[in-house]
């Protein structure tokens, strides 16, 4: 097992893993750009090293400082989290060059799985079922459109590289086809520097429906059930839980079965997500492969027992998985909220600073935070600042609980999208677990109701005069003279 290793992300995913680190007896190193100097995953390592100033192309994405950091650090392997460098092939390549090792699947996985066209390639060859439509880019207007009449309208225009919804379109007709091509090349583009878009069939009323998978480097490839992902705003996720409502145990064997099959045909060693379109008729096909951990990836653990993180990094030091396909049983219900530092009726972002922070606390609710009461939000980053999580016995109790949990979480000084989750609770269609990805965009509850409102302002106002009132302990208290570059935990941040 390894003694450092260094976390290349930030936020609450760089705070989750270091975690999980600790309790395998592994010291965590940090990377911090200039802005988040005073940010709590720095807080939460053993050292910190500064790898740039606040734009993400030359900090968290600067490979060179990055490797640095980890050469300094005296780390022997590197966790790259999500986002940033996760899924990048050259930089797990570098890794691997510079003696360390990566944890996270081979560079030749990332390359077949990254590139969506490549990844359809793959996957058909395996066997896996695809969404009809095509596997090549086009970018003749005319082509494009000669095969959204083959495989029959609505149909989606998607772009070959990237995710997070940049570069799609649906089109429902011939009607204005070119000029929603020329804009799903234009945003990919911008997003990805690659133009390529591919065409293929919509799927009615769709469920957004991953599978996650374990991969060791001995033979073995497990599923670890499913996650709902269809509570989603703009193609980006916004609530998850496990298992989905939708999905009975013999679509679940088959899909994870798929999705397995995946995994072997890439060559895949670690955690890793299959993602899946299923239509209202329960037939599904492969969306993409994800070659990293999720964001929503506690739903899996509270329901399966299992620390992901820790198998990620179990695996990367060569070892075996001890467990079977059928030892692993859903227990169990457990949700996710993720919450963004965000406008809720606008999803503008809302940076700034923390003034307080209250997480809720009791049975089956876990919280992965990256604030605290002395954090900044940055606007060169990811809004996401916590997940609030919630298991029960059953989806009633864990809906329940997580209706508590939103009701106790108050975070000042930041507008957050508290407000839109407390929404989706209340809606009848979520409750009864009937919704696809139109969830969303079909309308939500009012914002809040006024019992719910008048009872946010009661915590808000309870929150300042528990902020008021530290401010007035810690001014009587006199001056911190802890030393600079020094947290009071003892920990002193790197160079």
């Known amino acids: 097992m390894f003694e450092r290793v260094l976390v290349a992300n930030r936020g609450e995913i760089a705070v989750r893993v ?90 030749a996985a990332i390359t077949a799985m990254g590139d969506k066209l490549l990844a359809r390639r793959t996957v058909a060859a395996a066997g896996v079922p695809l969404v009809p439509g095509v596997s090549e880019p086009v970018a003749d207007p005319a082509e494009a459109l000669a095969i959204a009449r083959q495989v029959g309208f609505p149909v989606m225009l998607k772009a070959s590289a990237g995710g997070g919804g940049k570069g799609m379109r649906l089109v429902h007709g011939e009607d204005g086809f070119a000029d929603a091509l020329d804009g799903a090349r234009r945003e990919a583009a911008g997003a990805f520097g690659d133009d390529a878009v591919y065409v293929e069939k919509f799927v009615q009323r769709p469920h957004h429906i991953e599978i996650q998978i374990l991969c060791d480097a001995h033979g073995n490839a497990l599923y670890v059930g499913e996650r709902e992902c269809s509570a989603q705003r703009r193609h980006q996720k916004v609530l998850e839980e496990c298992p989905s409502p939708f999905i009975d145990d013999g679509i679940r064997a088959a899909m994870g079965a798929v999705a397995v099959a995946a995994a072997r045909a890439c060559g895949y060693v670690g955690a890793g997500t299959v993602e899946f379109l299923v239509g209202g008729d329960r037939q599904f096909y492969f969306l993409e492969m994800n070659t990293r951990l999720q964001v929503e990836h506690p739903v899996t653990e509270l329901v399966y027992g299992l620390d992901l993180v820790a198998w990620q990094v179990r695996i990367a030091a060569g070892q075996a998985l001890p467990f079977t396909q059928a030892d692993l049983a859903p227990r169990g219900h457990a949700l996710e909220c993720r919450l963004y530092a965000e406008d809720p009726e606008t999803f503008l972002p809302s940076p700034g600073d923390v003034a307080q922070v209250r997480w809720p606390t009791g049975p089956g ?5 990256g604030i605290d009461g002395q954090s900044r ?15 029960g016995e059953d989806r009633a109790m864990a809906i329940a ?87 009071t935990s003892g920990r002193r941040m790197g160079g």
Not at 365 to 369: C, G
């Open 18 to 107: 270091m975690r999980t680190l600790r309790d395998l007896g592994i010291s965590p190193i940090a990377i911090y750009s200039e802005a988040d100097a005073h940010a709590l995953h720095v807080r939460a390592a053993d050292r910190a090293y500064c790898v740039g100033p606040e734009a993400s192309r030359q900090s968290y994405l600067n490979m060179d400082a990055v490797l640095d950091a980890a050469r300094r650090s005296g780390a022997q392997a590197i966790h790259p989290g999500y986002g940033f460098l996760s899924e990048n092939a050259e930089f797990a390549r570098r890794v691997a060059d510079a003696g360390l090792v990566w944890i996270g699947p081979p560079p």
């Open 365 to 369: 609710v876990r919280v992965d935070a």
């Open 377 to 391: 939000v940055p606007m060169a980053y990811d809004p996401m600042v916590a997940k609030l999580c919630t298991w």
């Open 401 to 487: 609980r997580m209706g508590r949990a939103l009701d106790e979480t108050v975070v000042l000084g930041l507008t957050t999208n508290l407000a839109l989750h407390r929404r989706i609770l209340k809606d009848p269609r979520f409750a009864a677990g009937d919704y696809d990805t139109g969830l969303l965009g079909s309308g939500v509850p009012p914002a809040a109701t006024p019992d719910a409102a008048l009872r946010e302002a009661m915590l808000v106002a309870a929150a300042v005069a528990r902020h008021r009132a530290d401010e007035a302990r810690a001014s009587r208290a006199g001056d911190d003279d802890t030393p600079s570059g020094w947290w």
